[in-house]
């Protein structure tokens, strides 16, 4: 009845391959495999592994301050962690590879507005003739297919299920894919379509959260002491990362404050009509999305930003008020039925990431006083500020 992700739609089904939309086989490989414990149980030692390397191989260990473009060198570190899950190594770490799918989705998105000027008839010409996006899918197949082959070799000589196969989305993939989803381009679009839906939003939500540490130094002794005091008693381990009470908390107020989107649950009605529980009615091809209610009775609290808002919530009893727990005052990765699946991985990459940070580095802004950069909005879309430079500086001694 209802059509998810009318937006999406505009695009991907003439930009990259309607199969993405009709047969959405990944998301059912997301719920299945990374929402499950026991696998990201067993792939965050990948992705601890990626972080300190990306991290180490970013910032130079020197004890000098050093400026950086916070943005774009925090998508450059996640484009790397995310490939790492997504096609492992030695992939994940081929600078061309990861230019190469940062660049796609710029092109589907300057593909987009190209489309946008013409009738439905002539979009796939314009798609085909007049964007970079088929070169960009091209160029990104050329890195993965001597590794699909590779991979289908040693498929071949696996006996059972049970063999130790890579852990990865690429690995459960090739699983899963059935008929024409089997080809070389249609397994690149499939791994394409997964790492624009989690790169940037990974990348966003890390860059507010180190904006929000900055202009709100008082949270960072509390979670490094924390961060240090859990890692040093147990070490890295997803068990580990998800007893930080305050970390996660942190996390959760600034994606609430801060969410890919101002509006959520992007719908388009596709039946005659749609009747809510309400009696409300909506004809056929109204796009719908919702706006979350507040946390807080009081609009100006509700709009503060409280880092350790919800380890106070869980003092007073309500333990179910995670960074991945979704509710109608908290509509960052949807909601319901078509809740975001890469949501548990989020959780674990970002809360790895940050402590990471928070225990390894020192970060201000250039001149002290400066406040928060603002975001930057493009419709309902929200970026965090793309411009803004922070000051970084290695911390001694690290665990
Ligand atoms: C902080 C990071 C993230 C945020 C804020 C986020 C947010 C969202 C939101 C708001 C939606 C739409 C849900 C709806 O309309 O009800 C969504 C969908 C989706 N997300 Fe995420 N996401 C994040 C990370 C990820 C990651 C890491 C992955 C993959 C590993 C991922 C994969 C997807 C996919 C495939 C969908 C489409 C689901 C469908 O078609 O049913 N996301 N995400």
């Not at 589907?108 to 013409?118: A, E, P, S």
């Not at 791994?191 to 929000?212: E, G, P, R």
Request: proline content about 6%; some cysteine.
């Amino acid at each position: 009845m209802i059509d998810y992700g009318c937006e999406k739609e505009l695009g991907v089904r003439w930009l990259l391959a309607p199969s993405l939309l009709e047969n959405p086989y990944h998301v059912h490989i997301l719920r299945g495999q990374l929402s499950n414990s026991k696998t990201l149980g067993a792939v965050f030692n990948e992705v601890y592994d990626e972080v300190k390397l990306a991290f180490d191989d970013t910032f130079t260990n020197t004890d000098d301050w050093m400026s950086i473009p916070a943005y774009a060198t925090f998508l450059q570190i996640i484009s790397r962690t995310t490939a790492r899950l997504l096609v492992g190594e030695p992939l994940c770490h081929n600078p061309k590879f990861l230019g190469n799918v940062l660049g796609c989705v710029v092109h589907v998105i300057h593909g987009k507005q190209t489309l946008g000027v013409f009738p439905s008839f002539l979009k796939p010409l314009a798609a085909k003739y007049l964007t970079n996006v088929p070169q960009s899918i091209e160029a990104t197949s050329k890195f993965l297919q001597p590794i699909i082959h590779e991979r289908r070799e040693q498929l071949a000589t696996f006996e059972d299920d049970t063999a130790d196969k890579p852990l990865d989305f690429l690995s459960w993939l090739l699983d899963e894919a059935k008929g024409e989803e089997q080809t070389l381009r249609a397994l690149t679009l499939r791994l394409l379509f997964v790492s624009f839906a989690s790169i940037h939003s990974t990348s966003m939500t890390f860059t507010h959260a180190i904006y929000n540490l900055v202009v709100c130094p008082e949270y960072k002794l509390p979670l490094r002491e924390e961060i240090k005091s859990i890692i040093e008693k147990e070490g890295w381990s997803r068990e580990s990362i998800n007893k930080m009470a305050k970390l996660d908390s942190f996390l959760k107020e600034s994606l609430r404050l801060n969410k890919t989107h101002t509006a959520s649950l992007h719908r388009k009605i596709r039946a005659f009509e749609f009747v809510f529980s309400d009696g409300t009615r909506v004809p056929r091809g109204t796009a719908i999305s919702a706006v979350e209610l507040p946390v807080h009775p009081d609009p100006s609290i509700a709009k503060q930003f409280n880092g350790f808002r919800y380890v106070n919530e869980k003092e007073k009893g309500q333990h179910t008020n995670h960074f991945v727990s979704t509710g109608l005052d908290y509509l960052a990765f949807g909601h319901g039925k078509r809740v975001c699946p890469g949501r548990f991985s989020a959780n674990d990459s970002l809360k790895t990431l940050l402590a990471y940070f928070i225990l390894n580095y020192d970060v201000r802004f250039k001149d002290e006083s400066a406040s928060r950069p603002p975001n930057v909005y493009n419709g309902v879309g929200c970026l965090p500020n793309p411009v803004a430079e922070v000051m970084i500086r290695r911390r001694k001694p690290s665990i």
